[in-house]
T-cell receptor, first 113, second 115 residues
């Protein structure tokens, strides 16, 4: 099976702009989780979607949002970008048999100038 | 919410030595504990995981132990090799119902294996 894919891989934006990141899970996986990775804060959970519904949400401001489509692909959106949003954004997909096991995509590196 | 503490933050060993990384968690309801390895510029890769109904799990040179009473778990790597050099993350989560999909990570351990 193909692994988790994310697009784009790199992105440069300026403060105040918005950005949309995309994640395609492993075929057959219905759960997609998003994480933010920074040197200072490490890996932090953003939110998780399952069957087009947000099941869990981390402690991030409302500027961070997401959605999931019927084919399990997911997008996350960050509005009104701030310098502190510069990070590696990782998505992970979860299987149906071992639901708790998550497999990560390569990430989207976002730089906000 | 859950909090995971990971130690040490850096670990340097000689090739062939063993390496041990320790994590403690706060949520007694957590019952799934994976370990990820992240090489520079790469995605985190699951290397081993353990569930709370098991005390120890081994996979070749890698083992994980879990002490539910003390709420801590450890990663053991034996006969280390230079290719084991990476950042290792522990994580914890609850499972069941809507709890799937939310991992709380430790801060990571930079492991360097010197030839």
């Amino acid at each position: 099976k193909a692994g988790v894919t994310q697009t784009p891989r790199y992105l440069i934006k300026t403060r105040g702009q918005q950005v949309t990141l995309s994640c395609s899970p492993i075929s057959g996986h219905r759960s997609v989780s998003w994480y933010q990775q920074t040197p200072g804060q490490g890996l932090q959970f953003l939110f998780e979607y399952f069957s087009e519904t947000q099941r869990n949400k981390g402690n991030f401001p409302g500027r961070f949002s997401g959605r999931q489509f019927s084919n399990s692909r997911s997008e996350m959106n960050v509005s009104t970008l701030e310098l502190g949003d510069s990070a590696l954004y990782l998505c992970a997909s979860g299987g149906t048999e071992r639901k708790e096991t998550q497999y990560f995509g390569p990430g989207t590196r976002l730089l906000v100038l | 919410g859950e909090n995971v503490e990971q130690h040490p933050s850096t670990l340097s060993v000689q090739e062939g030595d063993s390496a041990v990384i320790k994590c403690t968690y706060s949520d007694s309801a957590s019952n799934y504990f994976p370990w990820y390895k992240q090489e520079l510029g790469k995605r985190p890769q699951l290397i081993i995981d353990i569930r709370s109904n098991v005390g120890e799990k081994k996979d070749q040179r890698i083992a994980v132990t879990l002490n539910k009473t003390a709420k801590h778990f450890s990663l053991h790597i034996t006969e280390t090799q230079p290719e084991d050099s990476a950042v290792y993350f522990c994580a914890a989560s609850r499972t069941g119902g809507t709890s799937y999909g939310k991992l709380t990570f430790g801060q990571g351990t930079i492991l360097t294996v010197h030839p």
